[in-house]
């Protein structure tokens, strides 16, 4: 098991790197500061545009797809660690058109979608000239299981039909925002695997309206955000669902494996940023005429917490290196353990970092509450952390029936 990159990957990685530290680094305490300040948060910023561009030139662009020509090409291992340089700032993912929910969707497309539903919305997607949405989630319901899902995708003639109410939408506040994927029961008398379709709905399609936009523990996320949307007897054609009906598990399931390894990496790379603030902060700052370093159980925290870091650092690699070699399904154990324990790492260490910083690490002048914010709900998006350790024990308790059979 070689969790080292390939060559191309590292040579790519030291560009992004490059590019992040001269280009991004520079700007992205102001663009925060002027987004902040504007009545209407849910807008582009022009230095977004010409980063994006910039990027672009620079081949930066869409590494997360594997495919040498619409990407790079790079497998989940390649791609991990440029995930984490991307996650210590708010704004990179998008910089590279390497943000979620795009890059998920865009997958979906990529693997499952018709060349009309390619033609329609992925090559703009790569291009980066729209944003997307995903809508899985229901305000009545537990969507942690998600055959509770009620609003529904029926087929009529050739036709399909939507209604149901979706939250936590994410990306639905982008104003570049054109297109979402829904998730809808189609069969309820079908196996449960199967009774579910994505489809892909145009947000200008009479009847969708975002009710609301959501708040994350005081935070909007701006401009990408997430809402409560509602359908309402919303009609498509039929060749709006994507690989069919009835597919909708089947496709979720080859979508969240990868989206996991990314949203993991970029929690780690977030962490890092952290530890840093942290460190820098202990050695800057005195109390009761000692660094704070060298105070109570400081240097001890900071220790604990680069131990966290590496030690979830090569779980996810692992993960990746199963889903390269060994396929999702084979790969579920390991996809759900770093599910569970990077975002309770990557809380706990942003935790320690927004202590060293006192009441300013509660403060909106320092990234972290939102980073905190950000780890936490992750614990519950793409599934909660209970969810994931059934799983989990299911495999392990597996390997202890089989011996005794």
């Not at 914010?373 to 992750?378: I, P, V």
Request: aromatic letters at 6%.
């Amino acid at each position: 098991m070689d969790f080292t990159p390939s060559k191309k990957a590292q040579a790519i990685a030291r560009e992004l790197a490059r590019f992040i530290r001269k280009e991004i680094e520079p700007v992205e305490v102001d663009y925060h500061r002027e987004l902040a300040a504007l009545d209407n948060p849910w807008q582009v910023l022009p230095v977004i545009e010409k980063l994006k561009g910039q990027a672009r030139e620079q081949k930066l662009w869409n590494l997360f797809l594997p495919d040498d020509e619409l990407g790079q090409g790079l497998s989940n291992l390649d791609y991990a660690p440029m995930a984490e340089l991307m996650g210590a700032s708010l704004i990179a993912p998008e910089i590279f058109n390497c943000n979620a929910p795009d890059t998920g969707n865009m997958e979906v497309l990529y693997h499952y979608g018709s060349d009309e539903q390619k033609d329609q919305w992925l090559k703009p997607l790569l291009a980066g000239e729209i944003r997307s949405a995903f809508c899985m989630t229901e305000p009545d319901v537990a969507s942690s299981d998600a055959t509770n899902m009620e609003a529904t995708a029926i087929v009529d003639g050739d036709e399909v039909v939507l209604n149901g109410r979706k939250w936590w939408s994410t990306g639905i506040g982008h104003p570049d925002c054109k297109v979402a994927i829904f998730m809808g029961l189609t069969d309820p008398d079908a196996d449960r695997h199967y009774r579910h379709s994505m489809v892909l709905v145009p947000l200008d399609t009479p009847g969708v309206k975002v009710e609301r936009m959501l708040n994350a523990m005081g935070f909007h996320d701006a401009p990408y955000g997430h809402g409560e949307v509602s359908f309402t007897d919303v009609r498509l054609p039929k060749s709006a669902i994507i690989a069919g009906p009835g597919k909708g598990f089947e496709i979720a399931q080859g979508r969240l494996g990868p989206g996991r390894i990314h949203h993991c990496m970029r929690l780690i790379g977030l962490s890092e940023r952290a530890l840093e603030m942290a460190c820098k902060r202990s050695l800057e700052r005195e109390a009761f005429g000692r660094p704070l370093a060298k105070l109570g159980g400081n240097a001890e925290r900071i220790a604990a917490a680069r131990i966290a870091i590496e030690q979830a650092r090569l779980l996810v690699l692992k993960a990746a290196w199963s889903l390269d070699h060994r396929g999702i399904t084979r790969s579920m154990n390991e996809v759900s353990q770093i599910k569970v324990a990077v975002p309770s790492m990557a809380q706990g260490v942003i935790d320690m970092a927004m202590q060293l910083h006192g009441g300013a690490g509660m403060s909106d002048d320092f990234p972290l509450a939102a980073a905190w914010t950000g780890a936490r709900a992750l614990r519950i998006a793409d599934g909660p952390d209970e969810v994931h350790k059934a799983l989990v024990a299911r495999f392990e308790l597996a390997r202890y029936r089989e011996r005794n059979d």
